[in-house]
């Protein structure tokens, strides 16, 4: 059924620097204007937000993956996101959160055909146990609020964070047909999360007489999103596509000495192999962050290389799947980046719908014109088999 849906597919991005004690330094874009008029846009933000799937755009999804940092120091990561198909009358919704002390991780993914087209108006979609939707008071904030086992998620996403356009107007080709959306790469995140695992400090530990799980609350200075709004056919029938969203800088930051930073760069890559209909591409949207600059450069991808290295594949027991662990991504004329996941099982699967996806928290290492830098991320893998 998802590879019906083929619901995938994006990644959500992020960085990762060591910081002087431990942990990332995750830190949300400040912008006070997030779309630039001189621009040659296909489209005005917020209005695609209340785009519904239609005939001619019959696939529409909303996607965040979350980088967080809670008050008492803890970090996670949360992927989650919804994708609806009208003509298929299917939605395919989970989240997958980590923590990137323990590695400990909970996820939760469902495929419902138990939803109503007045539950999509707008950005508005909830499934049993699961929420996204847009903030009245304001339609390009949005909020999430998901329910697995033992834990939860409440976060509002600000907009705080300049507009990327895909294919740079809001366009591109994806295998056969176009595919449009936006991103709001690096945007404020509050909330709290509720978590099935013990953390260290939390502001509600652990009742150890009920086991109720332990509330962390967000800090939005150390903390942010990547946000996505795709829409389209997004008709990968046959093949594999590769998401990286990544946050990278160069190391001067991590010397503590921020003036020095001169690379802070929000990265997104896709690449896709299309078996059948045939296609093939390879590219990297790059934006500066930081500057107050809407310049956005689209360069080719010349290297895209998953290791083969057995030890840097994992093969999932539930699907028996095999993702790469580690990949050699290099930006045409600008550099070279190695990226690694730091954990082999984010696949998210929903039991006996054959809906699965791969979205994992990564590591980030490189050199970026003729810069070392290093940062994090997020990789989604999907791969799609022609039904038979
Ligand atoms: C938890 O609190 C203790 C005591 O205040 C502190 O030493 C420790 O670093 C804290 N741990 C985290 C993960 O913040
Ligand atoms: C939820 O918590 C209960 C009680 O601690 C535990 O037995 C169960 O395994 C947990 N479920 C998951 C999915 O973590
Ligand atoms: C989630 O957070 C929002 C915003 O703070 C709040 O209005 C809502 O009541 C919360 N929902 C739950 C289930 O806690
Ligand atoms: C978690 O967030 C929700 C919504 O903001 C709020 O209602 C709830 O009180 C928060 N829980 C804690 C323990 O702060
Ligand atoms: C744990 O839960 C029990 C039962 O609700 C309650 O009596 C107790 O006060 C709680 N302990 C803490 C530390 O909150
Ligand atoms: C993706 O598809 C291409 C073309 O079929 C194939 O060469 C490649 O090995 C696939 N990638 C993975 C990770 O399976
Ligand atoms: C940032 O850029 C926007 C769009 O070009 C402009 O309207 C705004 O004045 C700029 N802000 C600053 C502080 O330069």
Redesign the pocket.
């Known amino acids: 059924m998802f590879s019906k849906l083929n619901v995938a597919l994006w990644a959500i991005p992020a960085l990762n620097y060591f910081s002087q004690c431990s942990g990332y330094l995750f830190a949300p874009d400040d912008?006070?204007?997030i779309t630039?008029?001189?621009l040659p846009v296909l489209f005005d933000i917020p209005a695609p937000q209340t785009l519904l799937p239609t005939p001619e755009s019959p696939v529409a999804g909303y996607w965040t993956s979350s980088f967080l940092t809670t008050t008492t120091g803890s970090q996670y990561f949360l992927a989650t996101g919804v994708v609806v198909s009208t003509q298929d009358q299917l939605a395919g919704y989970g989240f997958s959160l980590l923590d990137l002390a323990t590695l400990n991780r909970v996820s939760h993914s469902s495929i419902t055909t138990s939803f109503a087209n007045s539950d999509i108006i707008g950005l508005s979609f909830a499934g049993p146990r699961y929420k996204i939707s847009d903030l009245s008071t304001n339609g390009l904030g949005m909020t999430v609020q998901g329910d697995a086992e033992n834990a939860s998620v409440n976060l509002t996403i600000h907009p705080t964070s300049?507009a990327l356009y895909y294919g740079g107007s809001g366009a591109w080709m994806y295998v056969d047909k176009p595919m449009y959306g936006w991103a709001l790469p690096a945007a404020q995140t509050s909330g709290n999360i509720t978590l099935p695992f013990p953390v260290e400090n939390a502001s509600a530990p652990t009742n150890e007489t009920t086991g109720d799980a332990a509330v962390a609350i967000i800090d939005p200075s150390a903390s942010l999103t990547w946000y996505d709004h795709l829409w389209g056919h997004m008709g990968l029938q046959e093949g594999n596509i590769t998401w990286f969203n990544l946050f990278v800088d160069d190391k001067a930051e991590r010397d503590g000495d921020h003036d020095d930073k001169e690379l802070n760069l929000a990265l997104v890559s896709y690449l896709l192999d299309s078996v059948n209909p045939p296609f093939f591409s390879r590219s990297i949207h790059v934006r500066q962050r930081d500057r107050?600059?809407?310049a956005l450069a689209i360069i080719p991808v010349d290297r895209f290389e998953p290791s083969s290295d057995p030890s840097a594949i994992w093969t999932s027991p539930l699907t028996g799947l095999s993702y790469p662990q580690r990949w050699d991504l290099g930006i045409e004329g600008r550099g070279l980046l190695t990226i690694s996941s730091v954990l082999g099982d984010q696949e998210l699967v929903d039991p006996g719908s054959g809906g699965t996806t791969y979205v994992g928290f990564v590591t980030v290492e490189g050199q970026f014109d003729g810069k070392q830098v290093s940062g994090y991320g997020s990789v989604e893998v999907k791969f799609v088999q022609r039904l038979p």
């Open positions: 912008d006070q204007v630039d008029p001189r300049r107050n600059e809407s």
